[in-house]
């Protein structure tokens, strides 16, 4: 309930109208403090460590947002207020509280990490403050958790990996080593791609796992190496991914066994790769030639703004403040109105860089997953492995 320049509430006032008050001239006007005031927007993100770049990609992007349309979303200025959330789960719940009880945001964004965004989604389910998630694919977000102020403009994690292990069935793979780093990210993505993989008559040959953030892998690439399955499936991302590909490269192991994954492996060091990166075939729900007019002003406009061209993230950055756009324009630039703005978050549906978007009754996208393969810095689109992709709802009580 927003608080009028007296103290009182609008509602306490509309009730003393009611009580006598007759001479008060109704519908009340809104104060004009609350409009003019610019909308305060939170950004939980890691600014540090393994994910920082994915972080940094997601706020540039957001500002350019805004800048592009005059500095105002709905006749409204937006102060972000960034907090550095170091991709840790453990620091998310008092990090989280910092920015809705502290800087009293009207919207929540971020997170990457899929822990952080567990701490955080519980803090937005209970303040019921508007909530967009503009990376971590934690399932259960839009799965049994889902909420009516809780919003996702990325992904899930078993939509990517399911996506994936289609496009490996019919790129002829008949069995598969997963290897990956262990956290809900990692494990939600193989047990996304094994599904699909195993449904479609692919076998899973072995699960390896590393701890989140390292970076030593040369046990597992071994231990890859004997196995000699037919590819490799792996969730990586940022400064590990990077890290990751190099090692793969140098164990001379991408001739025999290509390695495959969601395109969070390859987006945002495609460049960074070079050489090592060749071959490496990813699915995602961006590729960076996407032919389509939103794509192109994008990324030339990103190019501009920050001399290097955008990622993925970059895009769920841009479209989280897009979502945020077509729900101030629905309550005239009022945040304080957060059911209505929450409806209107709800029935968007816009052109985004990586193709339509629009949202499932669980606040998900609907999307296409697009095929690549990294080539000279760049990932490059070889096909839609599949168009409209939902996730399952599983739980969600909005969705019934
Ligand atoms: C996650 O934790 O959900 C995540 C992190 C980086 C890339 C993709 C997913």
């Not at 503009?134 to 990325?154: E, M, Q, V, Y």
């Amino acid at each position: 309930m927003p608080k009028t320049g007296s103290g009182l509430s609008r509602r306490n006032l509309l009730m003393l109208a009611g009580a006598g008050a007759t001479s008060l001239a109704l519908p009340f006007p809104r104060p004009a403090i609350a409009q003019s005031k610019p909308v305060k927007v939170g950004l939980l993100l890691p600014y540090s460590g393994t994910y920082a770049q994915l972080g940094e990609a997601i706020t540039r992007a957001m500002e350019l947002y805004v800048k592009q349309q005059g500095g105002k979303l709905a006749g409204r200025e937006i102060d972000f207020v960034k907090v550095d959330s170091e991709a840790s789960p453990p620091k998310a719940p008092k990090l989280t509280t910092k920015l809705v009880e502290g800087e009293k945001v009207d919207v929540l964004t971020g997170p990457v990490h899929s822990g952080v965004a567990m701490a955080m989604s519980k803090i937005a389910r209970e303040t019921g403050v508007p909530t967009i998630i503009s990376n971590a694919g934690a399932n259960d977000l839009t799965r049994r958790l889902c909420a009516k102020n809780i919003f996702r403009t990325s992904f899930g994690n078993s939509q990517v990996g399911a996506a994936t292990g289609m496009a490996m069935l019919e790129a002829g793979i008949k069995n598969a080593v997963t290897f990956t780093w262990k956290y809900a990210a990692g494990a939600q993505s193989v047990a996304g791609f094994s599904r699909a993989f195993t449904q479609g008559g692919g076998k899973i040959v072995k699960d390896i796992t590393v701890p989140f953030p390292t970076v030593e892998f040369q046990a597992a690439l071994a231990e890859i190496a004997s196995l000699k399955p037919d590819a490799v499936y792996s969730f990586y991302a940022g400064g590990g991914a990077l890290k990751y590909i190099k090692d793969y490269a140098a164990a001379n192991l991408k001739a025999s066994i290509p390695l495959w994954g969601p395109g969070f492996l390859t987006d945002g060091i495609e460049a960074k790769a070079g050489k090592a990166g060749d071959g490496v075939k990813t699915v995602l729900h961006y590729v960076d030639d996407l032919d389509n007019p939103e794509n192109k002003a994008f990324r030339a406009a990103f190019k501009e703004a920050y001399e290097i061209w955008p990622d993925v993230y970059a895009v769920q950055g841009w479209d989280t403040m897009h979502l945020l756009d077509v729900g101030l324009q629905g309550v005239g630039g009022d945040a304080g109105k957060r059911d209505e703005l929450n409806a209107a978050m709800a029935k968007a549906e816009f052109k985004s860089p990586r193709g339509p978007f629009r949202l499932s009754p669980a606040h998900q996208p609907i999307q296409n997953f697009y095929l690549r393969e990294l080539k000279d810095g760049s990932n490059v689109y070889i096909k839609t492995v599949v168009e409209g992709l939902e996730d399952s709802m599983t739980g969600c009580r909005l969705a019934s």
